[in-house]
């Protein structure tokens, strides 16, 4: 069982602001210039990754695009 918290209204002590040192959310998603494009991959292919993106639980395209952006980069395409 968790033990509650009990809130008081007491001094909280020598408090310090901070200015704001976060990025705005736009800054926070880096965002690479996207083409869409049609494909037709097998299905065993889709499974395949389907099932190991389930696993690190990210988006099945988002694995197939990184394995693809590092192919490209790999064989000298400028990313």
Known sequence: M?????????PLGRL???????????KLVLRND???VTISLSKRSVDFFKRHAAESKV?????????LDSYAQHHGADL
């Open 2 to 10: 968790k033990r509650k918290i009990k809130y008081r209204d007491e």
């Open 16 to 26: 310090e602001i901070v200015s704001d040192f976060l990025p705005p959310p736009d």
């Open 34 to 36: 996207g083409v869409k």
């Open 59 to 67: 988006p099945y395209q988002k694995m197939i695009r990184t394995l």
